[in-house]
């Protein structure tokens, strides 16, 4: 006897559309105006079809404000062993995303959602970003269990300063046109700041060390 599977396979198409609908609406109009009636008009869909793949208009910009964010998802990147190629794929990650217009837009409404509609940016948080965060503190402790970091370095203000100088860049002082060239090099030479942070102190000569 085989199992019967429920309902209609997903169509890939379909998500794409929804979800691109959702947020151009959602950068057009802000949350409010980003409505499951005015989502599905856009991507030529019923609304039945939204709330098929959905429960809310919250759960399905979640999901696409993640998937608009990087090319590949940040957890395989930390995940690869082989240091530097996973270290240039998420510089690439970053370049994509802090290089994209849209993706500025998406993020401005964001942010500006959390005084109306704090859920939004919340949602957001815990589902994606203190995940991601957590990775990143996780890669530094091993840094920093094997001597490469100093064992007193405030893991958690330097990965808000790396974030806040991307935020800065992206927000407050982007490149116009965008410039991935240059988004590169901003962001190596944050990095390369808070690696000076992050390092042990170099080792003092004392009288001992030139008697010998």
């Known amino acids: 006897m085989t199992g019967r599977t429920r309902g209609r396979p997903r169509d890939p198409e379909a998500d794409e559309a929804i979800m691109k609908a959702a947020l151009e609406l959602f950068v057009e109009r802000g949350l409010e105006g980003a409505n ?17 793949r959905w429960s809310s208009k919250e759960e399905l910009l979640i999901q696409a404000i993640e998937q608009a964010r990087t090319l590949v998802p940040e957890a395989d990147i930390w995940a ?3 240091a530097p190629p996973a270290d240039e794929r998420l510089m690439d990650s ?15 409404q964001l942010i500006g959602s959390s005084v109306t509609q704090p859920s939004l940016l919340a949602t957001y948080r815990e589902q994606y970003i203190q995940p991601r ?4 503190r996780a890669a530094l402790e091993r840094a920093r269990g094997e001597g490469r970091l100093a064992a007193d370095a405030d893991l958690d203000t330097v990965i808000d300063m790396v974030v806040g100088a991307a ?7 982007p490149d116009t046109p965008p410039d991935s060239a240059a988004t590169r090099r901003y962001l190596e030479a944050v990095i390369h700041q808070a690696d000076r942070l992050l390092r042990p102190a170099p080792q003092q000569e004392g009288p001992d060390d030139y008697a010998r």
């Not at 965060?133 to 990143?136: D, E, P």
């Open 36 to 52: 499951i009636e005015q989502i599905a008009k856009r991507a030529g869909v019923a609304k039945v079809t939204v709330y098929r």
């Open 80 to 82: 690869t062993t082989d």
């Open 94 to 108: 970053w370049v994509h995303t802090f290089g994209d217009t849209r993706f500025r837009a998406i993020l401005a």
């Open 133 to 136: 965060r957590s990775l990143i």
């Open 167 to 173: 935020m800065y860049r992206m927000l407050i002082n």
